[in-house]
């Protein structure tokens, strides 16, 4: 049994209503996972197993009660800039291409995620399938392997999601009801209103023109509501807020920043603010690098933009500066390329650490890690053992200043400067904790701790938005209507179609 979640258009709460369902279903005895065949985001997540995958669908796992892997997003495309995206392919990198080849290998991606969602479905209850973007892209029909392709495929009941905020709803569903294929739109059977602000009497006429107009049932009109989960792609960026007083932290928002799911615990204890390189730096408290797919064009952003100075100022000033992975690299003094990158040649990074880092071959380090400071920064002296994972290409050689942790990572001489290839290193609580403890102090400042719920572990979380959604939602209807999606056996690939 299993159904697919779709949206009227990008960012209008596919992943949390696909979230907020497996803890539900999860919660009513399901044995439950999830699942997107193609996800494109700079935002992942390693599994145990050292594979990589979309965070969204890692917190679906951890929604379902299950260990995140591979064949809940087997494909995973990486932009880089200038069109090209690296394919990540379950779990591994695979190779990079533009939009124009990586088309042109539909089909056998197409049966890739097909044998990937019927292990998960010979393996579970019910499969819980995330749809990508807007459903209705019909000039992607032929080639649209994670709704269009997948649905005619498998041929499962469909949730249609739309976003009531961003208005023209009527539009949103109707409009994309009437350009899905005949095949695909026989099989919506409940529509989702999101993000509703105000009093839901107000729409009562506005949901029985959508039922009436379609035909279809609306399963609910959730609230618009504010829990801390891990944002899935950059448009997410636009959504964050800065307006608690006190620490001001800037993160510089690099042309391909990655994985700013780093900060989300941090965001919830201190102003932090998504910098644009070039944005005058002398008023914040600390600055963070953080990953970036790729590194050499986004150094050359922060050269270009002046930014590299203001970082140097910084340093003389004495605000901490903290490099994760990519954000690692750049502050180091060199960065050789042999055409990893695309950018071949030896390049001169900011010079903050003595570091050197060399891309060479195709391969990727994915592997969770859990590592013990060393006490060569008034930060890391503070922090105890943390854990993360490391997301990175290239290999790094440490000259002569210190090490940040045991084995990995480098710390300047003055303290005031470290990076380390660990992301979810401000995932931990104590991590938070040392560095606005430091800056507080710095700023003769009294710290208190504040406790705040991890965005990725705390189980709570889940529970939450779970209810946002039970308490509005026709439960009975939905778990209905999961309960009729058997897929179409004949979707099953055989091992010479993969």
């Not at 899935?232 to 690099?254: F, N």
């Not at 308490?471 to 209905?480: F, G, M």
Request: glycine residues 8%; aromatic residues 8%.
């Amino acid at each position: 049994m299993s159904l697919m979640i779709l949206g009227t258009a990008s960012h209008v709460g596919k992943s949390i209503t696909a979230t907020a369902i497996c803890r539900i279903l999860t919660n009513h005895g399901y044995h439950v996972a999830p699942f997107k065949s193609q996800n494109m985001s700079l935002n992942s997540y390693v599994t145990p197993s050292g594979d990589e995958i979309g965070i969204a669908q890692a917190v679906q796992a951890f929604a379902s009660r299950i260990i995140p892997s591979a064949r809940m997003n087997p494909i995973l495309l990486k932009p880089k800039g200038d069109g090209e995206s690296q394919i990540v392919l379950l779990g591994k990198p695979f190779r990079d291409v533009r939009i124009g080849e990586y088309y042109q290998e539909t089909e056998t991606l197409l049966n890739i995620a097909l044998q990937a969602f019927w292990e998960l479905q010979d393996a579970h209850d019910m499969v819980v399938i995330e749809g990508a973007g807007g459903a209705a892209e019909c000039n992607l029909y032929d080639r649209d392997i994670a709704n269009i392709l997948l649905a005619q495929n498998l041929r499962l009941p469909i949730i249609l999601v739309a976003d009531i905020e961003r208005g023209g709803v009527f539009a949103q569903v109707l409009g994309t009801l009437m350009l899905l294929p005949d095949d695909v739109r026989q099989n919506v059977r409940g529509i989702i209103i999101n993000k509703f602000c105000g009093d839901f009497r107000l729409f009562e006429k506005g949901k029985q023109f959508i039922e009436e107009q379609s035909g279809i049932p609306v399963l609910g009109v959730i609230p618009f509501f504010d829990i801390a989960l891990p944002s899935e792609d950059s448009l997410s960026l636009k959504d964050k807020k800065t307006d608690k007083t006190g620490i001001r932290i800037a993160i510089l928002r690099l042309p391909q920043i990655s994985n700013f799911t780093d900060f989300e615990l941090l965001e919830q204890q201190a102003s932090v603010e998504y910098v644009q390189p070039g944005a005058v730096l002398s008023s914040f408290d600390c600055i963070i690098i953080p990953g970036t797919k790729n590194t050499i064009a986004d150094l050359q952003h922060l050269y270009d933009s002046g930014c590299a100075d203001q970082i140097s100022d910084a340093h003389t000033s004495g605000i901490p500066i903290i490099g994760i992975c990519g954000g690692y690299q750049i502050l180091g003094k060199t960065i050789i390329d042999s055409g990893h990158e695309s950018h071949v040649g030896t390049y001169q990074g900011l010079g903050l650490l003595d570091i050197t880092t060399t891309f060479s071959e195709y391969t990727k380090t994915t592997v969770q890690v859990t590592r013990t400071p060393l006490e060569h920064s008034p930060i890391l002296r503070r922090m105890g053992s943390v854990s993360g994972y490391e997301i990175h290409s290239g290999e790094t050689s440490v000259g002569e200043c210190r090490r940040a942790f045991e084995d990995e990572g480098a710390v300047s001489h003055d303290g005031q400067v470290f990076g380390t290839y660990m992301h979810g290193l401000f995932l931990n609580q104590n991590a938070v904790h040392a560095l606005l403890s430091c800056i507080s102090e710095k700023k003769g400042r009294e710290y208190i701790p504040a406790e705040a719920a991890n965005p990725i572990y705390d189980d709570t979380i889940y529970d939450a938005v779970a209810h946002r959604y039970e308490i509005s939602l026709d439960i009975e209807t939905l778990i209905a209507i999961a309960q009729t999606g058997v897929p179409d056996p004949e979707s099953r690939p055989s091992a010479d179609d993969i």
